[in-house]
């Protein structure tokens, strides 16, 4: 059962990325960028782990809230720009999300360790941020694989998809290739595992 201040608090970060000016075009509807992304990963949490935290649940809910207001192209296009611009997103998510969870009222507690989450800390040590990035990695291979495989070199991208197969759990391996993926993002993860 979900409590008012749970649902006040997704209902304002679906309000927060419904204002993203990217559209995604889904099953010929368009959505907000970060508005789909944000219900998918809730959707796959509720697949992959239903029993949750409540600051987990909150978590998935916002972890690329506003991601538009910091675009990447504002950054270095090399490796030292991609990775400060993740540290700031993440400390600007974290903000952002801190905001809207102390206006409805959550606690101390509850708000850190949502915090603690969206900062990744303790990848691979605690359960619940292991979790997450499992659901981050299986969003993007559902929904966005297919779509970033047509914009590099085979090469590249089975680096990428060993880089995320090391970030997930046994567990999210296992989810992973259960996915119903299109054929031609099989057969690259294939290659990439073997």
Known sequence: MQSEKFKKAIELFDKANAQDP??????????????????????????????SSEALQLTVRCQHICRWEIPRDSYEMNRVGYLTWRKDLKDFHAKKATEILQEVGYSKEVINEVEFLLLKKQLKKNADT????????????????????KKYAE???IDIVQKTWKKMSEKGHEAALKLELPKSA?????????
């Open 22 to 51: 990217n559209i995604e075009v889904f099953e010929g509807k368009e959505f907000p960028k970060e508005l789909i992304y944000a219900e998918r990963m809730t959707a796959q949490l509720d697949k992959f782990a239903p029993n």
């Open 130 to 149: 292991q979790t997450l990035e499992d659901v981050v990695c299986l969003v993007f291979l559902e929904f966005y694989f297919l779509k970033f495989s």
């Open 155 to 157: 090469e590249k991208l």
């Open 186 to 194: 099989l057969e690259l993860i294939t290659k990439a595992l073997s």
